[in-house]
């Protein structure tokens, strides 16, 4: 049997107007997404929006200063802003943040070269054996060192 969730905000004892069903297959966001001061009732009161867009369109929720960690221990500031729900999603955080898409893209290199090694027999046994594994090892250096020359 489905569960409903019920959100109320009373606005007098005797008020039924005040309770709304909230469906099962939504999501709530209830946070302060901004850095100002929230809103008083007066100011919102011609405020009627039709859709989710007229809702960010007029608060134009924003997080500046967010603290993000680097890899060796520092901190970076990064300044986010939220123009629809879905920029709350993990994709466009990261398209919105510099520190965040460098590492997501380490992280797909790190996962390519998994699969590679999952796929590839020979590369498997080469690493497999001390010997093949060195002469690998100082190929690709060898490699890296002309690329790193190139530029």
Known sequence: MARKTVISKVLDADAQDGII???QNRTLYADQFTDEAPNTDEDREGFKPKNMKEVFEHYQP??????????????????????????????QLIA???????????IDAYNSVIRQLEKNKTLRNTL???????????????????????E
């Open 21 to 23: 069903e909230f469906p």
């Open 62 to 91: 924003n997080k500046n200063g967010i603290a993000l960690e680097t890899e060796d221990g520092g901190a970076v500031y990064e300044n986010f802003e939220f123009k629809s729900i879905k920029d709350f999603e993990d994709e």
């Open 96 to 106: 919105q943040s510099e520190l965040l898409g460098e590492k997501k893209a380490k």
């Open 128 to 150: 497999k054996d001390d010997a093949s594994k060195e002469n690998l090892k100082n190929a690709l250096k060898a490699l890296l060192s002309e690329l790193e020359d190139a």
